[in-house]
């Protein structure tokens, strides 16, 4: 699907994604144990569970995975953008718990949805596409599984559709019942996002892949949510 993995066939997954979402917004079962407890996988900092696992997330990224990073790739990055990733994880440590406090505009998320944990169907007329792959399932902000999937597009393709596609998904919540969760809610929830998805490189330690997200981080001016 890389090479025809167009506006529209976006939209689509955007529709399924969206089916999970709404059905999953803010429900009852969310509040369970089974959502709160700690993952630790790389994909866990975007999970929405209590403060003090939120802590411990960040307190190994600081003491374990981006030392490791910093000295995988020390000939390769600057002191100003390895001290960036510090303070993202510094910020994130109080931005998130304090956005998941609200205790509202939470959800189900796949947590690791990109291009090849979906099943595309033949005929899109006739059938609907599916999503594999759910092992890192967990409560989350919604606009992470949007942010994810766009996110290692070529920098330019992303930008040129990346705020049409995060339209299209809030109209999507709206149209299906989702309320009081305003554009702005919307974006700085995918800000969030955005900032979320920028720790999972240190783990995998893949430098093109970390760089494409720092742009991304860049271009919605994430740096500006930074303590």
């Known amino acids: ?101 609200k205790g509202r505009g939470l959800t189900l998320l796949h947590g690791d949805l990109h291009k090849y944990n979906i099943f595309y169907p033949k005929d899109a007329s006739k059938h609907t596409l599916y999503f594999t792959d759910w092992e890192t399932f967990k409560r989350g902000i919604g606009t992470y599984d949007l942010c994810y999937l766009v996110a290692d597009e070529e920098p330019d393709r992303r930008r040129s559709m990346e705020e049409g596609l995060l339209r299209y998904y809030h109209n999507g919540l709206m149209e299906g019942g989702v309320s009081g969760y305003s554009w702005d809610d919307c974006v700085s929830d995918y800000r969030l996002s955005v900032m979320a998805n920028l720790f999972p490189t240190l783990v995998w330690k893949r430098l093109p892949t970390f760089k494409s997200r720092m742009e991304q981080f860049l271009d919605w001016d994430c740096q500006d949510l930074l303590l």
């Open 1 to 101: 699907q890389e090479d025809t993995f167009t506006i529209d066939l976006f939209k689509q997954v955007i529709d399924s994604i969206l089916k999970f979402h709404i059905g999953w917004w803010d429900a009852e079962e969310l509040k369970g144990e089974d959502f709160l407890r700690a993952t630790g996988e790389p994909l866990c900092m975007i999970h929405a569970s209590t403060t003090d696992v939120v802590k411990d997330y960040c307190r190994a990224w600081r003491e374990k995975e981006l030392p490791q990073f910093a000295s995988k790739f020390s000939g390769e990055l600057s002191q100003e953008t390895l001290g960036l990733i510090l303070k993202s994880i510094d910020a994130w440590e109080k931005l998130y718990p304090a956005r998941i406090g």
